[in-house]
């Protein structure tokens, strides 16, 4: 009896330190989990700033399918990030939908993407096979009664993406910001889908039925 004495104790003092060593990984993974979903908007934003176009598309899609471990595994792939950090990331990016940024390069990635220069055109006019053609009024602007000019074009490409899990689109334009796009999601989540779709066709290059489809999966 007093032989089986030393390697007893031995089996506690093994299991007890198997035990703290589960409890504080078990903590850490608590912890991590409850600091994703404090994070905000600028978290999402630098998480999205990490991926080249072609990875934001990628891992937006794993998501819009449901597929999150697919989507950790990727940005882990794209980033170099830990396991802990990739989930968080994924996380935030999915609460908070980031669009592509071609303004901010990402680390290690392309450089921005400059917009292609194009002919000017007249305010209240859009240049169409050689031709001016008028743009139409929008809701509001029937309204007002407000003869607006076009939109002001940024030194950069704003790239909004929106999916339902079975179809992705994507808007890229010059004329676009977070504001706007802001704007544009407010006007679709209060229901009033017909000026939104107007507000991002006069923000975009899209036709209006393109524009109406886009704003129909916000």
Request: overall charge positive; hydrophobic content about 40%.
């Amino acid at each position: 009896m007093e032989n089986l004495l030393p390697p007893l104790l031995i089996l506690l003092v093994v299991a007890a330190i198997v035990v703290l060593v589960l409890r504080a990984g078990a903590r850490r993974s608590k912890t991590s989990l409850e600091s994703a979903p404090t994070a905000g908007p600028d978290a999402a934003a630098s998480a999205a700033a990490r991926l080249t176009e072609a990875q934001h598309r990628a891992i937006y899609s794993l998501i819009a399918r449901g597929l999150t471990v697919q989507a950790i595994g990727a940005y882990r792939e794209a980033t170099s990030v830990g396991l802990v950090d990739a989930r968080n990331a994924v996380i935030l990016l999915d609460r908070y939908p980031q669009p592509f940024r071609g303004d901010a390069a990402p680390k290690g990635g392309a450089a921005p993407q400059q917009p292609t220069p194009k002919p000017e055109t007249p305010a209240g006019t859009r240049g169409q096979g050689g031709r001016a053609e008028a743009v139409p009024p929008t809701r509001d602007e029937q309204r007002t009664g407000a003869n607006r000019p076009r939109p002001q074009r940024f030194p950069y490409r704003y790239r909004a993406i929106v999916s339902n899990g079975r179809q992705t689109l994507e808007v890229a334009s010059n004329m676009l910001n977070d504001e706007i796009y802001g704007e544009i999601k407010s006007l679709a989540q209060i229901g009033d889908a017909e000026d939104a779709a107007q507000m991002l066709h006069r923000h975009s290059d899209i036709s209006l039925e393109d524009a109406r489809a886009f704003v129909a999966l916000l």
